[in-house]
């Protein structure tokens, strides 16, 4: 049988240095990211917008009458006609009444039939402001925003509020302040 030897105070010592040092330079030294009178603005969301051209009734019915000519394992089951294509989302954040973010986020993929997908980090005062953010398809230049946000949160020193898209909800939503 083996003998097991015991461990040394050298041998202690050599694995405690390591785990006490990584244990106190995680803590220490502390560090922020933004400055003690700021704070941050993340606009974040993933939206879907609908196609440049929808399938048409005329196009649907000539597409039926096509499937019926070919033979079984030749019809396509789902309907091929329209745009694949999805209309480009215009995003604009004003605060305190300037616009101090606005952009146009196309849709993602090579025909770009995606969702539009945005992460935009902005730097803020710490304290009060009004907030309003919009979003809006580009086709609909002429009508209003399709969803707005509009509030007063109140952005926390060295703190992150995000405003997203909720799907389920349809809506633009303020989360709570985090780090």
């Not at 196609?51 to 009734?57: F, L, N, V």
């Not at 305190?96 to 935009?120: E, I, M, N, Q, W």
């Not at 907030?131 to 060295?158: M, N, Q, R, S």
Request: glycine share 6%; charged share 25%; aromatic share 8%.
């Amino acid at each position: 049988m083996a003998k097991v030897k015991k461990l040394t105070f050298i041998g202690a010592l050599v694995i405690a240095l390591p785990v006490l040092l990584i244990g106190y330079f995680s803590q220490k030294p502390e560090y922020g990211f933004n400055s003690p009178n700021e704070s941050e603005l993340v606009v974040s969301f993933r939206y879907t917008s609908r196609k440049t051209h929808p399938c048409t009734d005329k196009e649907l019915k000539r597409l039926t009458e096509e499937r019926k000519g070919r033979p079984k394992h030749m019809r396509s089951a789902r309907n091929i006609c329209g745009s694949r294509e999805r209309v480009p989302v215009n995003i604009s954040v004003e605060m305190d009444g300037k616009t101090t973010f606005d952009r146009l986020v196309h849709p993602s993929g090579f025909t770009h039939d995606g969702a539009c997908y945005l992460f935009k980090r902005l730097i803020v005062p710490a304290g009060e402001h009004n907030l309003k953010v919009k979003l809006a398809e580009v086709a609909e230049t002429g009508k209003a925003a399709k969803y707005i946000y509009e509030g007063k949160p109140l952005f926390p020193t060295a703190r992150r509020v995000v405003v997203d898209f909720n799907l389920e909800a349809m809506q633009l939503r303020l989360t709570p302040p985090t780090l």
